[in-house]
């Protein structure tokens, strides 16, 4: 996870860790700190991981974290240097301990720190339209435009030669050259991801952010919402048409090419050179393969492999799909 | 109908309103005062209502109206107290009668009576962005906060602890507590009824609004119109995801999940706990039951019963559609 | 192609034309001026046209035009007095040679040339709410109402009655009389329009605009793109709903009915008369004929001839489809 755009609370005393997820251990030096929480490949020592499949078995044996939030089952996994904390879901306790190091995440108020653009250091950098806000933490590269009513909040950072239209709310985005974005967007807000427990809905953070590669272009009236954990990517020289929603965790390679109304959904990944027709649907957690075709109004629900043509509902070989329906 | 924003331009002479109709009866006090226009179950004496089909027998026979538009052969299901007003083409008739008594109703021009949130009351109530428009006939909360560019034009009621964010538009709605709006939404327009009539549209009045329970959480640019004769209502603690449409009149239980880009059509009732995966659509005048699971992508087409998993288009039981389509 | 409102940078030398193309003709008066690019049909003597398709023989016959971009197979339908400029790939050239002749048409920065509604002349004349910006080039009739934060960009002609809402943006856009447009609405955008050439898109001009005759209403969150080179035309009386998006050099015939989040990509005819359920999606370069009636949902990937009813995903007749999902 890099790039994140949001403040660490931490560090945070293992007591305090143990007291949110409702856990008595001893033998613990209860004012440990604890600087970070990760996934189970990317943590360091003084850092709390979790860990709640065997699919991630062979992430889980490695790990460095010094902490993970893990079940009885699972537990015999870890390395002797990873202290077990044993919760009932790990994901719900999971979500609890990262609210602790980045509440910031969690929910996404209206960002009031913006100025108006010609109260900024922007105002002889950029141009800009009439009513354009500009929040915190934001750098913006030269040659820019960014239009009408757009809001560019706290922690987005823009490169060069880019044109932003009217009417756009971005935050915690990272966008590189030469990208335009058009008109109504909302990019970078979190994504539709909580537990639903005992009739309330629990949100978990969204520390991940949107990192847009150089010369693509998003149409109007979309969004793109920033990840969970990991980032959500738009990838080099990648084309969206108006009204596509992109959601958390979702990767699309570069040169792809995305018709309108098309929504993906949470965590799946799309290869490069990548073709979509207008109004597919992507099921979630997915793998695309690369020079995909998918058919207008498919629905795909299963992995497709690299140089595939698929059409239909669920998505099959486009031949199999006409043929099927002469 | 309870909760109505509109005014009713009433009380009016049966005499005009047979005016308008182009009913010609004799026999009547033609400076009768007409009060209201409601359904069949819920007007009252000195109110006029409407019968237009034999689904209603039960309904029509219990009236308490005084007049009700209707056909030569539904009359004879009114009781003796209902004077029956024959009419071709009964919704339209009603719709201009309607028309009379809410004029307001009909249209939905930009709001002109909206001030600058800081030359309002609210200014040391709430916090708000910038360029925060807010109408007449509006109440909100404690501890609200409103984003960037939005306008609560008017007939709009905020309950505590909601978070509404940019470049929002909301109008006859009630919003209850801790409810959350993320951005770029449009909120309680009137829905897309209206009669094709000689090649000209004719409008009909949406006197229903939009109820949004405690806990809800509307994502990025989504539309929820409101109803025409009665509510639109979102359950308590539901949450939708970013575009989602939800038409005039849709019902929405409690807990319910609903990804995104999904479309509900019109007088659709969907039941608690019902799951709804991103992209799938609902015809209208349906009934969905309670804890329900809808695919994504699903186009569903008929009633579905309670505790029932469906997928496809048209939808069907999940495993039937997973066999079909291995 | 009638109705422009992109400036034509024209005449250009043949000289340049060539250059640009990478062509080394000879016999050439190399000052000779052209004025203009157009298809095969409308060209005139001094206009350059391409032709890149045997579909088009017939046009291609009879074209006026003095140089057409073509290849070496289709050459010889040409008459006598259009000179061949022969290319690899006749519609990349002929984007590069529009691009000279229209470069304002080829990307949608914001408008800078907009004022404050109430810093124009229009002052007086309509209604409009706060913060309304009114760009060049923009003409507007009695009676009209313009909602708030709504931007009227330049290139835009809008007639008596019409009532825009809030939160629009409108460009190179015709509206007619009695049109209602209600919120959130981007209008007259360049289409998703381009060459996919070595990892690069290369834009092509959109020079056409959107058309909205009279008595339409556009709903809540809609996207009309206007025409690459012929224009994008809503037909009288048609009544979208929200979430609609329409690609470039769509036409969509009187009378016609457009339910929630329909698609209809680039370049289809829709008749008179059609009415389209909600979510249904129309691929590209078809024809739907006078009193179709789609069902909610539809895939529609073929030709639909007159008063047929279709339904499915690919469509096809109703009975059929509710026939074979009993």
């Given at each position: 996870m890099s790039n994140s755009f949001f403040k660490n609370y931490g560090p945070i005393s293992i007591y305090e860790i143990l007291k949110k997820l409702g856990i008595d251990l001893k033998n613990?030096?209860?004012?440990q700190k604890i600087l970070d929480v990760k996934d189970l490949q990317n943590s360091n020592k003084n850092e709390i991981t979790f860990f709640h499949s065997k699919k991630y078995n062979d992430l889980a044996r490695n790990?460095?974290?010094?902490?993970c939030i893990t079940t009885k089952n699972l537990?015999?996994?870890?390395?002797?240097t990873c202290v077990s904390l044993i919760v009932e879901n790990v994901l719900v306790s999971t979500s609890k301990v990262t609210s602790m190091f980045y509440p910031d995440a969690l929910y996404d108020d209206f960002d009031e720190t913006v100025s108006s653009a010609n109260q900024t250091n922007f105002k002889d950098k950029i141009k800009f339209g009439k009513n354009v806000l500009i929040g915190k933490n934001v750098s913006i590269g030269s040659n820019c435009k960014i239009g009408h009513n757009t809001i560019i909040e706290k922690n987005v950072t823009l490169g060069d030669n880019c044109s932003i239209g009217s009417n756009n709310i971005i935050r915690n985005t990272l966008i590189k050259n030469n990208v335009r974005i058009l008109d109504n967007c909302v990019i970078g807000k979190h994504g539709f991801g909580f537990f639903p427990i005992k009739k309330q809905n629990l949100r978990y953070p969204h520390i991940g952010i949107v990192i847009i590669e150089d010369n693509c272009e998003i149409g109007c009236g979309s969004t793109i919402d920033r990840g969970s954990m990991s980032n959500t990517v738009i990838g080099r020289n990648t084309y969206l048409d108006n009204q596509i929603h992109i959601a958390h965790n979702v990767k699309i390679g570069e040169n792809s090419i995305i018709a309108g109304q098309v929504g993906i959904a949470g965590s799946s990944v799309i290869g490069k050179n990548v073709k979509i027709g207008g109004q597919a649907g992507i099921s979630g957690h997915l793998k695309i393969g690369n020079n995909v075709e998918i058919g207008g109004g498919s629905g795909v629900i299963r992995d497709i492999p690299d140089n595939t043509k698929v059409m239909g509902?669920?998505?099959?070989?486009i031949r199999e799909f006409l043929r099927d329906n002469k």
């Open positions: 613990l030096k209860m004012n790990t460095k974290a010094s902490f537990k015999k996994e870890l390395p002797k509902y669920p998505a099959k070989n």
